[in-house]
């Protein structure tokens, strides 16, 4: 049986570079899609609205594949908080989480174009984070540049492991950006072998 081919609607390296880990070929699209949240909308359903609306995205242009989607949003005090996409706003949200507790909520959608079946999970992941200078957050966003690009500004798998005390989560790769052991499992629903 030939599977749908996999496409990764995201333009994200990191999620690349997580999914290469699978040695499955992958083409990468990036979707287009506003990243803004709804009024009143949980920082969980944000995340899953955004990473299906992304698959749905791909999937206009692309029948009969498997398309995965997924965002990431971080959760501190009431806030929701996106990727910086800027030094200054970084260090604001750096600055803003410095000792705080936040709630990663990281979703990942699996978009069969062909069946029109989709498999979600939303993975959570908390956080603690120490207390931070802002000469210790300048020095980090000097060091760590994708920093910006990373919900939260904390680039954990880089330097942004320094910023934190503590992580608590049933999926380690899910603060990454990609929730690999869900993802595993819907592959393998598909049809996939792994290994």
Do not use: W
Not at 3 to 29: E, G
Not at 124 to 135: F, G, I, K, Y
Not at 144 to 168: M, N, V
Request: overall charge negative.
């Amino acid at each position: 049986m030939t599977l749908p081919a996999l496409i990764l609607a995201s333009s994200s390296r990191f999620r690349q570079m997580q999914l290469q880990q699978l040695n499955l070929p992958f083409t990468a699209c990036s979707p287009n899609t506003d990243e803004t949240p709804l009024v009143g909308e949980s920082a969980a359903a944000t995340a899953l609205r955004l990473a299906t609306k992304k698959a749905q995205a791909v999937a206009e242009n692309h029948p009969q594949h498997l398309i995965i989607g997924s965002d990431q949003v971080a959760f501190c005090q009431q806030t929701q908080l996106g990727k910086p996409m800027s030094v200054a706003k970084a260090h604001d949200i750096l600055r803003f989480t410095s000792g705080q507790h936040l709630d990663f909520y990281t979703a990942v959608v699996l978009l069969n174009t062909l069946t029109g079946r989709m498999q979600s999970h939303v993975d959570h992941t908390q956080v603690q984070m120490r207390e931070l200078s802002d000469a210790s957050i300048a020095r980090y966003l000097e060091r760590e540049p994708d920093a910006i690009y990373c919900a939260g500004g904390a680039k954990s798998e880089g330097l942004g492991q320094t910023l934190i005390a503590s992580i608590t989560s049933t999926d380690p790769n899910a603060l990454i950006g990609l929730p690999m052991l869900s993802l595993i499992g819907f592959l393998i629903n598909e049809g996939h072998s792994l290994p």
